[in-house]
């Protein structure tokens, strides 16, 4: 296999997974693409910077993103920054000829995410690489409802429903950090984590092409978080903290409608107390349906309705495993779970697959973008309270 050399710009929550999945790829498929070698690591505190260097087992460690771009040895960037910094970072790496795996969402505005899909289009002629990172559609359980739905079993899709549930931000106590603010996220829950329910439901139903929506922001102001760190509400400010306005959505609800005439919903919080990483899925068909919930994330219900017998109609359960999609990193069992680790491992190796057999993978900038517009249409959608159409 050959070896290439790996660029972190963002040394936080997500560098820790891009670099764990990184270096989990080669162990865990017997096909894998490449053998990464960590280079450098970036991030704007220089003592995050060294630290992370010296856990992972990178080279170099800088706070300027500029010298990773400039090296030449560097052959893939890894964008793990706040939402604001996506569209500069990864631009600069598509033009110096390295592929780029950023984080989701694409971008914080339209423009950014709409010139990153443009610059990855144009790198992409040359053999250059893009990815977001929508893990959560790459659940060996998900690709195998993706299969069973393009088999027919299901029949023709009528309904689905997708759901993402947190409630790290419930308490007004948690800190303000840069995901409730507008400038530097582009939006709250929207864009933190309805958009990997969003992308699911794309994923598994085609284009969403009109929706109806209802924003909510509950809490207006948090304390302000000292330190760049996302503690992501592991730590609580007391009241003499000084306090600053939230100007994002916690909670987002919108009515869906496909192209192909399939309708659905879509609901997302940071704010459901008893809920921690919530996501389910449910889909209906005209001779079955399929649900699944991300705690249970190995497993898959299915319902065959027109095959099964009268009296003996329901949901029976797949443990999925080696049989299943990415059957390698199922472990050899069915039941032998695996997590968010290996997900993100999944996902670095369809990026290498993708980089070594020269095509764009299916989380690509331009699907990125798509998936930004669907969220523009249901915050525009919440101002004018009627049906908006996708542009």
């Not at 560098?15 to 960590?38: E, R």
């Not at 999925?320 to 199922?330: I, K, L, S």
């Amino acid at each position: 296999m050959k070896k290439m050399n790996i660029g972190l710009v963002g040394a936080g929550f997500m560098g820790k997974a891009h670099m764990v999945a990184f270096s989990n790829m080669p162990k865990l498929f017997t096909d894998a693409p490449f053998i990464p070698v960590f280079k450098t690591v970036c991030d704007i505190v220089p003592e995050i910077a060294e630290d992370f260097k010296e856990r992972y087992g990178f080279e170099k460690a800088c706070t300027d993103w500029m010298d990773i771009i400039n090296d030449p040895e560097i052959d893939i960037v890894s964008v793990c920054t706040p939402n604001n910094q996506h569209a500069a970072v990864s631009i600069a790496a598509l033009k110096a000829g390295k592929h780029v795996i950023c984080e989701k969402p694409i971008a914080s505005t339209t423009e950014d995410a709409k010139a990153m899909a443009e610059a990855a289009a144009e790198a992409a002629k040359k053999g250059i690489v893009s990815m977001n990172g929508y893990q959560y559609r790459r659940v060996p359980a998900i690709d195998e409802a993706k299969k069973i739905i393009e088999s027919g079993r299901l029949g023709e899709l009528t309904n689905i429903r997708t759901q993402y549930l947190q409630s790290w931000s419930a308490d007004p106590s948690s800190p303000l950090s840069w995901r409730f603010e507008k400038a530097t996220a582009g939006a709250g829950t929207l864009g933190d984590i309805a958009t990997h329910a969003l992308d699911i439901a794309q994923y598994l139903a085609g284009n969403i092409s009109e929706v109806v929506s209802i924003v909510k922001t509950y809490i207006t102001e948090r304390p302000v978080q000292e330190g760049g760190v996302d503690l992501l509400g592991t730590v609580k400010l007391g009241p003499d903290a000084k306090r600053k306005p939230v100007d994002v959505d916690d909670e987002v609800t919108t009515l869906l409608k496909f192209e192909n005439g399939t309708i659905g919903s879509c609901e997302a919080t940071r704010m459901a107390w008893g809920r921690n990483n919530y996501i389910t899925l449910e889909v209906h068909g005209t001779k079955g349906s399929i649900s699944w919930c991300y705690e249970r994330l190995n497993e898959l219900n299915v319902c065959y309705g027109m095959e099964d017998q009268d009296g003996e109609r329901g949901f029976k359960t797949i443990y999925t495993g080696p049989a299943n999609p990415h059957g390698d990193v199922t472990w050899n069992i069915p039941g032998m779970n695996i997590g968010y680790g290996e997900l993100k491992a999944i996902e670095m190796y369809e990026f290498g697959k993708a980089i070594v057999e020269g095509y764009q993978p299916s989380t690509n900038f331009g699907v990125g973008y798509r998936l930004d517009r669907v969220c523009d249409a249901i915050l525009e959608s919440n101002e004018t309270g009627s049906w908006v159409k996708v542009k």
